[in-house]
T-cell receptor
Framework: QKEVEQNSGPLSVPEGAIASLNCTYS??????FFWYRQYSGKSPELIMF????GDKEDGRFTAQLNKASQYVSLLIRDSQPSDSATYLC?????????FGTGTSLTVIP | GAVVSQHPSRVICKSGTSVKIECRSL??????MFWYRQFPKQSLMLMAT?????????EQGVEKDKFLINHASLTLSTLTVTSAHPEDSSFYIC??????????FGPGTRLLVL
């Protein structure tokens, strides 16, 4: 079983809608959780991280963590065409970072 | 803050040669650096974890004698691809960690082996 699992997509949403990206992880010892955005041909850039159960909001982005269900999600409100990218979920276990395979998001104008 | 650089950004080499890629944290000290490889349309694959002053920890299936990692200081880690072959052509990305919450990526190095 992979450490981190994501639906590969592609996920398409109309401009202005809410995009919901999901991620599950296998190690209950996971300490912190990250969402990265990667544009084609570029390296990932950090969107936000979360380590406590519940929601964390930053602008149009909200990360949600449920440690009991081993589930972390990212909501993007008022989606823009510039949000079209691959979104990577990452989990920190001890000194290791593990990435999911990423979900491709397309925001349709 | 939290800027990570990589050099070179792009390299083309002949099969059988060795290529060194540098990863630097410019404005912070990185206790840990990570090296990843990404093939087209695939996810990041962690190759190894590098801690300053100690041997790197390699992921299963990554040849430590082929991918030499040196983390000589808190701001510099190098990855040397020895005797590169066309199948080593990939996008190599490093990241540097300054805290439990901070893991910052470099811009990546595109390696093409002819």
């Amino acid at each position: 079983q992979k450490e981190v699992e994501q639906n590969s997509g592609p996920l398409s949403v109309p401009e202005g809608a809410i995009a919901s990206l999901n991620c599950t992880y296998s190690d209950r010892g996971s300490q912190s959780f990250f969402w990265y955005r990667q544009y084609s041909g570029k390296s990932p850039e950090l969107i936000m991280f979360i380590y406590s159960n519940g929601d964390k909001e930053d602008g149009r982005f909200t990360a949600q963590l449920n440690k009991a269900s081993q589930y972390v999600s990212l909501l993007i409100r008022d989606s823009q065409p510039s949000d079209s990218a691959t979104y990577l979920c990452a989990v920190n276990v001890g000194n290791q970072f593990y990435f999911g395979t990423g979900t491709s998001l397309t925001v349709i104008p | 803050g939290a800027v990570v650089s990589q050099h070179p950004s792009r390299v083309i080499c002949k099969s059988g040669t060795s290529v060194k890629i540098e990863c630097r944290s410019l404005d912070f000290q990185a206790t840990t650096m990570f090296w990843y490889r990404q093939f087209p349309k695939q996810s990041l694959m962690l190759m190894a974890t590098s801690n300053e002053g100690s041997k790197a920890t390699y992921e299963q299936g990554v040849e430590k004698d082929k991918f030499l990692i040196n983390h000589a200081s808190l701001t510099l880690s190098t990855l040397t691809v020895t005797s590169a072959h066309p199948e080593d052509s990939s996008f190599y990305i490093c990241s540097a960690r300054d805290s439990p919450a901070g893991n910052y990526f470099g811009p990546g190095t595109r390696l093409l082996v002819l």
